[in-house]
């Protein structure tokens, strides 16, 4: 008999002052506006290693959310992912203070360049021992593209299609530049490097070329482990072919397991194991030493929390100005280029008004929140993970750092008694924690197929080119 499965978990964090919990920022015990200070982020990162906390996952945009009442004003005061600094410049200072925890940073296809993007990920992959992981995401706010000197976002679909390409360049940089003995360090002989070792790689793709060695010898993953988060259908099969981890939402148990069993399909059409991905529920957790000292604690945030926020939030997510609508009109949501299946999902939950948008925004989110004790909240998680075919969660922070520390003193010990949660780190890399087949991609990959390939020219493509767009 197998061993029951173990919860991963990661802390899911941005850059910014408010992420997911919008007004929490006002409670007197949250930390979130030192987000630009490195003593809340090494302290952060200590927290988490002492939990045992798989990763921290830390999302980012590029651009600001305007949609909502047409413009900035609400974004501002409520600091809504707005101000939001560069997630990558954290990652050296928390990995010094650190030894296991992973980082899985957001990126942008529309907003970065294969070539310098395949740099820096070698770097810090390097630099953190192989703890890096790339959260792919190809945009959905069409600020961030007029921001990035375009007219709009390009076409949801398409976006897909450059990420691709954008991948299929970075593939051949990470894995096929640099052979496996190349580098050398011989001091005696002068030869750091064996140049019949080190290939120039040839990519023209329909959206990118580029001719010439990566920059980087080879880090110890060479691909950072690949994150994703796009649930239509679209996402799934850019999914089901390229991610290890995808980030879902799913209010209950059995609608993750909905998605999951999309998402393991979608790679079972690739030619890859349904075992080759491990899906994360995005759910938020109000712990206590007591149910009643939980439900205390949750009924105090929620005094803080700002549903409008929330929701202005929602209406970047989906492309759709809440505003213009009152409390009981019908909302349209059909002819968004933003988040398909954020409007799907309303739609399926029947959010067809903004009354009822706001009442699903009392903590400033519309996640899923467990209130309890410690055990209780063991239990429901245990739940998710048997009957929603989850493998983790991304556990948002409500308020900082008190959301993980409780979760960590009430709700840990009481995993770690069912036999459900690590006790002790295993060695290796972020990869190879997760997976525990080793440090690389596995053979079935599509990243694999261009080992030994790098000096062979890529198909080339008559569709051209065209322009780029936006962040997360």
Known sequence: MSAPKRLLVNAFNMNCVGHIHHGLWTHPRDRSTEYNTLGYWTDIARLLERGLFDGLFIADIVGSYDVYQGGLDLTLQEAIQLPANDPWMLVSAMAAVTQHLGFGLTASTGAET???????????????????GWN??????????????????VAHDLRYDQADDFLALCYRLWEGSWEDDAVRKDRARRIYADPAQVHAIAHDGPFYRSQGVHMCEPSPQRTPVLYQAGTSGR????????AECVFIAANDPA?????????RQSLVAAGRRPEDVKIFVALSVVA??????????????QRYASPEAGLAHFAASTGVDFARYGLDDPIDYSGSNAIQSAGQTAQQRGWTTRRQLLQQ?????RYPTLVGSGSQIADELVRWLDEGDI?????SRIVVPETWADFIDHVVPEL??????RTAYDEGTLRHKLFGQGDRLPAAHPAAAVRGLATQASPSADTARPVSFTGA
């Open 416 to 421: 770690q008694a069912r036999g459900r949660y």
């Open 136 to 153: 792919i995401v190809t945009g959905y706010i069409d600020s961030g593209a007029r921001a990035l000197g375009h007219e709009r976002l």
């Open 288 to 301: 206590g030493a007591t149910e009643a000292e939980a439900r205390d604690r949750h009924a105090e945030y």
């Open 361 to 365: 925004f009392t903590l400033g989110s």
């Open 255 to 263: 609608a993750a397991r909905a998605t999951a069993g999309r998402l």
């Open 235 to 242: 996402g799934q099969r850019f999914a089901g072919e390229h």
């Open 114 to 132: 294969p070539f310098t993007f395949a740099r820096k990920a070698s770097t810090l992959d390097q630099l953190t021992g192989g703890r890096l």
């Open 391 to 395: 493998d983790g969660i991304n556990l």
